[in-house]
């Protein structure tokens, strides 16, 4: 049987298919479903200092099995999102909290984290800050120094200087997350002429099958720039998508807006549909397929 037990630094995982911050992982409840139904790791929703004020509604279907969404970070405060992540079932798989957003908020928000809830890692996103190369290496290098445990960077899509983000910032990340939703984005329905969100201007950010594309170059890139573990993520449904993240250079994959479609039931499925295809190609690991793509 193919194994699908990996390393992502000094994590052990039993499956390479972890939640991806957003809806899906909300609170304990729906976490320890997805704990239940099994599950590679867990990343909890993004929260920070203070709770996020967004406008409702705050997700909406698009073309191709996408979702748009304006949901920045948790709408509850951090210390509601503490006491609820502490209720979680802890397992074989690790938990990984995310956190967002400023060198300062790391400082903070970091120590706290560490200490009240135990996380095996920690994912910062880098969505919501000024795109700056120093300015995201100086969150990182916050985030170092105010923990002991790793350290995740999120890199939203098309990020103008991939190269120096990750030259400044590698000594200090123990893994890169790519990429997180793509926009700024609009749809809208054409009997009504009204924006499907809530936002201002009914903007927001795209993720899900359309973005797929766009995160498995991101990836691929990555990949080219650094050897530190790469988490790759952008919308994986099947066991064949997630392959193609491994294939170009990933470690392990998140899904989210899948998950919000379907259910907590969706990471072990994807789980299932690797293993089957490898055990088809006759390959006994699941990193027996990392790095395998190339150009034609
Ligand atoms: C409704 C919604 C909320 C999200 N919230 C967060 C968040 O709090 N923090 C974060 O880093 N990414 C967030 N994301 C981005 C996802 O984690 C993921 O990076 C992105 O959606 C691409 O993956 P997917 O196509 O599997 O959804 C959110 C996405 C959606 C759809």
Not at 32 to 41: M, S
Not at 151 to 180: G, R
């Amino acid at each position: 049987m193919t194994n699908l037990n990996i390393q992502l630094g000094t994590l052990s995982l039993p499956s390479p298919v972890l939640t991806g911050a957003g809806p899906n992982v909300r609170d304990h409840k729906i976490i320890n479903k997805a704990q239940e139904c099994g599950v590679g790791g867990i990343v909890s929703k993004t929260f920070s200092l203070e709770a996020a004020k967004y406008p409702k509604p705050a997700i909406a279907k698009t073309i191709g099995n996408g979702l748009l969404n304006c949901e920045t970070w948790s709408d509850k405060s951090m210390e509601e999102c503490i006491d609820d992540y502490k209720k979680i079932k802890r397992g074989d798989s690790p938990f990984i909290v995310s956190i967002g957003y400023s060198a300062e908020d790391m400082e903070k928000l970091g120590p706290l984290v560490e200490r009240e809830l135990k996380p095996d890692a920690i994912e910062f996103s880098t969505h919501y800050q000024d795109q700056k190369v120093e300015e995201l290496a100086d969150v990182a290098k916050a985030l170092r120094k105010s923990v002991s445990i790793p350290i995740w960077m999120k890199i939203s899509p098309n990020h103008p200087f991939l190269n120096e983000l990750i030259a400044q910032s590698e000594d200090v990340v123990d893994a890169y997350v790519a990429i997180n939703s793509l926009g700024p984005a609009l749809d809208f329905d054409i009997n009504s002429k009204k924006a499907m969100l809530g936002s201002p201007e009914g903007y927001g950010w795209l993720s899900g099958p359309p973005i797929l594309p766009i995160a498995l170059q991101t990836v691929h890139r990555i990949r080219q720039l650094t050897d530190k573990p790469i988490i790759g993520v952008g919308g994986i449904e099947t066991g064949e998508d997630a392959l193609k993240f491994i294939m170009a250079g990933a470690s392990a994959v998140q899904i989210c807006s899948a998950a919000i479609r379907r259910g907590p039931s969706v990471y072990k499925a994807v789980a299932d549909e690797m293993q089957w295809w490898l055990e088809e190609h006759g390959y006994s690991h699941v990193h027996d397929v990392k790095d395998s793509f190339g150009p034609r």
